[in-house]
């Protein structure tokens, strides 16, 4: 079974910037599109941002990022990262990565059939 961890999480001030990464298990992560999703408290999850197995601008980001967030991977490395500058308050939220069913990373959550477990993103005023 593929695993998904993500890292990279913890308490920084409104302004600062935070680095999140997730390491996938299993040989086929480069076959994947991948994507970032959040759930803050007493809300529902949402769409962050997804990238295509090719990387590059094969991007997709929700309209809140405003140039804020950069989603990248790294396949030879199992890796994908998610660069958030200028963190608000209302970025803080649990962080998720996610692995599509096919090559295309996309905003709906359905289309994902695997999930990490979530770092916690805490931003401060």
């Known amino acids: 079974q593929v695993q998904l961890v993500e890292s990279g999480g913890g308490l920084v001030q409104a302004g600062g910037s935070l680095r999140l990464s997730c390491a996938a298990s299993?040989?086929?992560?480069?076959?994947?599109?991948m994507g970032w999703f959040r759930q803050a408290p007493g809300k529902e999850r949402e769409f962050v941002a997804a990238i295509s197995w090719r990387g590059g601008s094969s991007t997709v980001y929700a309209d809140f990022v405003k140039g804020r967030f950069t989603i990248s991977r790294d396949n030879a490395k199992n890796m994908m990262y998610l660069q958030m500058n200028s963190l608000k308050p209302e970025d803080t939220a649990v962080y998720y990565c996610a692995r599509s069913r096919t090559v295309v990373g996309v905003r709906a959550q359905s289309e994902y059939a695997y999930w990490g477990q979530g770092t916690q993103v805490t931003v401060s005023s």
């Open positions: 299993g040989r086929t992560f480069s076959t994947y599109g």
